[in-house]
């Protein structure tokens, strides 16, 4: 039986040539072979770096490369490389991972059986030289498993990392062109899948995800976040309202939670009015919590919108952050 072609979208900028290379043999090497790998480098100056991208896509068919006369940024990289996939199913790849080989086949296996529109797995955490960090990232970030559709989470919060998941070419026609205010292209295709045909999350590590110096928040724990924050800004209470407000609360919940509500209306999914109304109070919740200085009483709300099963330590960390400003800038002075 002949298999639906899966295409692997891949950025580049400056890349660790090594972390590159190690994750382009992983992907060449899936057990699921009929597979297109599509890179867009975003105009590195690094001449050693187009010229290795060239030459995997002259030793193979099944690599297509796009070099970027301008640099346009990560997200819009990103879409460049969505209006170039053609397949009916899309997995979205970093440059410095490490795939396991049967991660498409048991993703597209996990989609078809439970006939939904996105599936993400789990993954271990690695450092720069390979080490294991972490057995499972869901774990260690408590992250939420999720399966089905309408799930409020989808919208709350960003759930899933790009490199975890793979979707229908649906999704991806759904996404395009990007919105005014995007800001995660994993999390929106997350959301779209959610409100339509639903998600199911494979709940075993399928491939190494790397956490090294270039990080910037992704894949950090809130202590590490602090204390580079910290570094940069200082310990006093508006710098760390300013961590709150901006970095915590809008960038990392308000603002993805916007992005999908301009999806949804400019797609019109409301087709669902309850659902529909939870998302417009939780909008309403993060507006709320940007002007709180001293307590917000209202936690009823991050438990009816925020909270799941797993959430752990997670669960208390970020109910001081979001209603007790005041007590987590203590917090934050002294850790």
């Excluded at 989470?153 to 990392?161: E, K, M, Q, T, V």
């Excluded at 491939?207 to 990080?215: A, D, M, P, T």
Aim: with cysteine; net charge positive.
């Amino acid at each position: 039986m002949e298999q639906d072609l899966i295409d692997i979208l891949l950025a580049t900028y400056n890349t660790n040539i090594e972390y590159l290379k190690m994750q382009l043999d992983s992907i060449l090497k899936q057990t699921y072979k009929n597979i297109h790998v599509i890179i867009s480098d975003d105009a590195s100056t690094n001449k050693e770096l187009k010229e290795l991208l060239k030459q995997y896509e002259r030793q193979n068919e099944r690599i297509t490369v796009y070099l970027n006369d301008n640099n346009v940024g990560y997200i819009k990289n990103f879409e460049f490389l969505l209006t170039k996939s053609t397949a009916e199913y899309i997995a979205f790849s970093d440059h410095d991972d490490i795939w396991y080989a049967n991660k498409i086949e048991e993703s597209i296996t996990k989609l078809k059986e439970e006939d939904v529109d996105l599936v993400y797995t789990d993954a271990k955490q690695i450092d720069g030289q390979g080490n294991i960090l972490h057995e499972s990232y869901l774990t260690y970030k408590n992250l939420p498993k999720i399966n089905g559709k309408n799930n409020i989470l989808a919208f709350s919060r960003h759930i899933a990392i790009g490199c975890s998941t793979l979707f229908t070419k649906k999704i991806k026609e759904q996404m395009l062109p990007f919105t005014d205010n995007m800001m995660a292209h994993d999390w929106i295709c997350v959301y779209l899948a959610s409100k339509q045909k639903g998600i199911a999350c494979i709940e075993k590590p399928l491939f190494e995800y790397r956490l090294h110096s270039n990080n910037e928040f992704g894949g950090r724990s809130l202590k590490q976040n602090l204390s580079k924050w910290k570094e940069e800004n200082g310990k006093d209470f508006k710098s760390y309202k300013q961590y709150r407000n901006i970095r915590v609360i809008k960038k990392a919940y308000l603002d993805g939670s916007l992005m999908c509500k301009q999806y949804r209306d400019k797609l019109n999914l409301i087709d669902n009015i309850e659902e529909n109304k939870k998302e417009e109070e939780v909008i309403n919740y993060y507006q709320k919590l940007l002007k709180t200085n001293i307590l917000n009483i209202h936690f009823n709300k991050y438990n009816k919108y925020l909270s799941f099963k797993g959430i752990g330590k997670r669960y208390i960390k970020e109910k001081v952050i979001f209603h007790l400003p005041l007590l987590s800038y203590i917090f934050y002075r002294i850790k």
